[in-house]
């Protein structure tokens, strides 16, 4: 079966990094959304996908998920030999294709699906706390989409000595099309509007491009990766060797400089909505008229003076629409060592700060990174509510009050099944025991 792929990264609109990774060798492709503070998380997912590929050489597929737990010993490893590299990690999905089945291999809270004829059915199970309240009953699937902590994971790469990895196999036919990407797209778009795209665009460079361009319109909170797999009966025609050249140009890398990517500068750069780009301009031309009849040859001049009145009201009105959004939001990160409730988002484009904090509390912010839930805690917790992010913060204390307080870091305790399979015959992970 032939198979053409195509790959899209981007660093969206919220983050000052791209911590997301990918990899596209024939036979093995993969994704990985590294964790941790400073430049951990761009370390933790390139050293995964790296220890990943190793296995091409040697050529022994079979052992696949030994090579994963080998890059999850890798990871950890150097986060522990290194200080400014504690606590790192990351999620990693890959898919290797064989000769009559597709591999997939699964960490954490990125995603595969499949799109088989219109449907998109999800063949992971995320690595998440609300995942697992779902398969609890305690939430419902819904809430959990909207969840403020869905991005707290109880299973990540490299963070402990040896990790549990989820094994899924597909027989892929013809017209199949196999979606590996990272949270930064499924966090801000419904399946619904995911497998509209993937329907309407036959390209999957495209397709992936197109991907990437909707998540960022609808927030792009976080970093954003597709990669597309489609899988048909044609033969290559003789000579072909396009996915060949492409695979080789992008092999694994955070956000590599290959792909049609913006710079992490370009897209920083906060882009007037253009809703208030034309309210800011009808704004100023209403006022103009008396300008202009002060005579013909100013007229240039004023239309200049209008023009750049306009952008300098529209950048000003894009900038109050920032503030107004970033002062309704809270999150629960780190200050000075500490977990501390903050209001605004985590993020400073162009070195301005949208944050500040509220209060520090007297938790210490290592601690409760030692703890598996806690671990995304230096990139900031998104609470939509002050009320909400105290009760992280309460569930950060009652956490660290569990695993035993007056002990050095404790870890803590993986309670999750081993080696789960999702069913590719479901749309989405239905609680285990229902319907
Ligand atoms: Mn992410």
Same mark, same amino acid.
């Given at each position: 079966?032939?198979?053409?792929?195509?790959?899209?990264?981007?660093?969206?609109?919220? %983050?000052?990094?791209?911590?997301?990774?990918?990899?596209?060798?024939?036979?093995?492709?993969?994704?990985?959304?590294?964790?941790?503070?400073?430049?951990?998380?761009?370390?933790?997912?390139?050293?995964?996908? @790296?220890?990943?590929?190793?296995?091409?050489?040697?050529?022994?597929?079979?052992?696949?998920?030994?090579?994963?737990?080998?890059?999850?010993?890798?990871?950890?490893?150097?986060?522990?030999?290194?200080?400014?590299?504690?606590?790192?990690?990351? =999620?990693?999905?890959?898919?290797?294709?064989?000769?009559?089945?597709?591999?997939?291999?699964?960490?954490?809270?990125?995603?595969?699906?499949?799109?088989?004829?219109?449907?998109?059915?999800?063949?992971?199970?995320?690595?998440?706390?609300?995942? %697992?309240?779902?398969?609890?009953?305690?939430?419902?699937?819904? +809430?959990?989409?909207?969840?403020? @902590?869905?991005?707290?994971?109880?299973?990540?790469?490299?963070?402990?000595?040896?990790? /549990?990895?989820?094994?899924?196999?597909?027989?892929? #036919?013809?017209?199949?099309?196999?979606?590996?990407?990272?949270?930064?797209? =499924?966090?801000?778009?419904?399946?619904?509007?995911?497998?509209?795209?993937?329907?309407?665009?036959?390209?999957?460079? +495209?397709?992936?491009?197109?991907?990437?361009?909707?998540?960022?319109?609808?927030?792009?909170?976080?970093?954003?990766?597709?990669?597309?797999?489609?899988?048909?009966?044609?033969?290559?025609? /003789?000579?072909?060797?396009?996915?060949?050249?492409?695979?080789?140009?992008? *092999?694994?890398?955070?956000?590599?400089?290959?792909?049609?990517? /913006? !710079?992490?500068?370009?897209? !920083?750069?906060?882009?007037?909505?253009?809703?208030?780009?034309?309210?800011?301009?009808?704004?100023?031309?209403? #006022?103009?008229?008396?300008?202009?009849?002060?005579?013909?040859?100013?007229? %240039?001049?004023?239309?200049?003076?209008?023009?750049?009145?306009?952008?300098?009201?529209?950048?000003?009105?894009?900038?109050?629409?920032?503030?107004?959004?970033?002062?309704? @939001?809270?999150?629960?990160? *780190?200050?000075?060592?500490? *977990?501390?409730?903050?209001?605004?988002?985590?993020?400073?484009?162009?070195?301005? !700060?949208?944050?500040?904090?509220?209060?520090?509390? +007297?938790?210490?912010?290592?601690?409760?990174? @030692?703890?598996?839930?806690?671990?995304?805690?230096?990139?900031?917790?998104?609470?939509?509510?002050?009320? %909400?992010?105290?009760?992280?913060?309460?569930?950060?204390?009652?956490?660290?009050?569990?695993?035993?307080? +007056?002990?050095?870091?404790?870890?803590?305790?993986?309670?999750?099944?081993?080696?789960? =399979?999702?069913?590719?015959?479901?749309?989405?992970?239905?609680?285990?025991?229902?319907?």
């Amino acid at each position: 079966m032939r198979v053409t792929f195509g790959v899209a990264t981007d660093i969206g609109r919220a %983050r000052e990094r791209n911590e997301d990774s990918y990899l596209a060798q024939e036979p093995l492709f993969a994704v990985a959304d590294g964790m941790g503070g400073h430049r951990a998380g761009d370390v933790a997912s390139a050293l995964a996908l @790296q220890t990943l590929q190793d296995i091409a050489a040697s050529g022994d597929w079979d052992g696949l998920v030994d090579q994963v737990r080998k890059a999850n010993r890798v990871v950890f490893d150097r986060s522990t030999g290194d200080r400014s590299l504690s606590g790192m990690g990351t =999620t990693l999905t890959a898919a290797l294709i064989g000769d009559s089945a597709v591999r997939l291999v699964h960490v954490g809270d990125s995603r595969a699906y499949l799109v088989r004829d219109g449907e998109l059915r999800m063949l992971t199970e995320d690595h998440t706390l609300v995942q %697992r309240m779902v398969r609890e009953g305690k939430i419902s699937a819904e +809430e959990a989409g909207n969840h403020p @902590q869905r991005s707290i994971l109880t299973r990540a790469l490299g963070v402990e000595e040896d990790v /549990p990895v989820d094994e899924v196999s597909v027989e892929p #036919r013809s017209g199949d099309r196999i979606l590996l990407c990272t949270d930064g797209l =499924t966090g801000m778009m419904r399946d619904a509007s995911i497998a509209e795209i993937l329907q309407n665009t036959p390209d999957p460079q +495209e397709a992936a491009e197109k991907l990437v361009n909707a998540a960022n319109r609808a927030g792009g909170l976080d970093n954003i990766t597709v990669l597309i797999l489609d899988f048909s009966d044609a033969r290559r025609a /003789p000579g072909e060797d396009g996915d060949a050249a492409r695979a080789t140009r992008t *092999v694994a890398g955070t956000a590599p400089a290959g792909a049609a990517v /913006p !710079s992490a500068e370009e897209r !920083s750069t906060p882009a007037p909505r253009s809703g208030e780009d034309t309210v800011a301009i009808q704004a100023v031309e209403d #006022r103009a008229p008396s300008d202009r009849g002060a005579g013909p040859p100013r007229r %240039r001049g004023i239309r200049i003076l209008v023009w750049l009145l306009a952008v300098v009201a529209a950048v000003g009105l894009a900038f109050l629409g920032i503030r107004l959004y970033v002062n309704s @939001q809270w999150y629960v990160g *780190v200050d000075e060592g500490n *977990v501390a409730i903050f209001k605004g988002i985590p993020a400073e484009p162009l070195g301005i !700060s949208l944050h500040h904090v509220v209060e520090r509390t +007297e938790l210490s912010a290592q601690d409760a990174q @030692q703890l598996a839930s806690w671990r995304r805690l230096p990139d900031g917790i998104n609470a939509d509510s002050e009320e %909400r992010a105290r009760s992280i913060v309460e569930q950060i204390r009652d956490d660290l009050a569990d695993a035993g307080g +007056e002990g050095g870091p404790v870890q803590a305790p993986e309670p999750e099944a081993t080696g789960e =399979t999702a069913t590719p015959e479901t749309g989405t992970p239905e609680p285990e025991g229902t319907g």
